[in-house]
């Protein structure tokens, strides 16, 4: 079983809907990261959380240490937050989930 | 600007032959890793630098070798001992663990 689980594994929704994607993890963790991979490859890091909640425009993130899971949501989506979105742990090293593959139609 | 650069982008080689990707970052960072994407599965872990002069193995270091003379490059070398070479490499760098990674743009090497 991978340590880090993600859900769903592809997301598709129309402009302005509210998304949520889910991480799950099995260990403990020092700190969790939300990664967003565009189609070219590149990778930009859009949150880093070991408590609580954190907002950054239309993206909000949460983690629940206790239940060892974060969530992703994006309000009022739009088809550039078309992305791959992965969520990371912190360990000894970091560890990945298999990404989310999200497409907003417009 | 501040930032990390990977070359080439797409890169072909024959089977049989070593590569080297190129990774290099002006973020004044100390540490750096390579890790390697393959479809569907999460990015995997080959080798970090927490320091100039040092690098530890990690999950899938096997056929992979790395260098870290200076602390702002750290290239990969694929040799041909790595079984199933072909994927996307992806360098990163931060100051240090519990630390934002900053990602290359990464390079995609085809093996034929």
């Known amino acids: 079983k991978n340590e880090v689980e993600q859900s769903p594994q592809n997301l598709t929704a129309q402009e302005g809907e509210f998304i949520t994607i889910n991480c799950s993890y099995s260990v403990g963790i020092s700190a969790l990261h939300w990664l967003q991979q565009h189609p070219g490859g590149g990778i930009v890091s859009l949150f880093m959380?070991?408590?609580g909640k954190k907002k950054h425009g239309r993206l909000i993130a949460t983690i629940n240490i206790q239940e060892k899971h974060s969530s992703l949501h994006i309000t009022a989506s739009h088809p550039r937050d078309s992305a791959v979105y992965i969520c990371a742990v912190e360990i000894d090293d970091m560890r990945f989930g298999a990404g989310t593959r999200l497409t907003v139609k417009p | 600007d501040g930032g990390i650069t990977q070359s080439p982008k797409y890169l072909f080689r024959k089977e049989g032959q070593n590569v080297t990707l190129s990774c290099e970052q002006n973020l004044n960072h100390d540490a750096m890793y390579w890790y390697r994407q393959d479809p569907g599965q999460g990015l995997r872990l080959i080798y970090y630098s927490q320091i100039v002069n040092d690098f530890q193995k990690g999950d899938i270091a096997e056929g992979y070798s790395v260098s870290r003379e200076k602390k702002e490059s750290f290239p990969l070398t694929v040799t041909s001992a790595q079984k199933n070479p072909t994927a996307f490499y992806l360098c990163a760098s931060n100051r240090g663990p519990h630390n934002e990674q900053f990602f290359g743009p990464g390079t995609r090497l085809t093996v034929l």
């Open positions: 959380l070991s408590s």
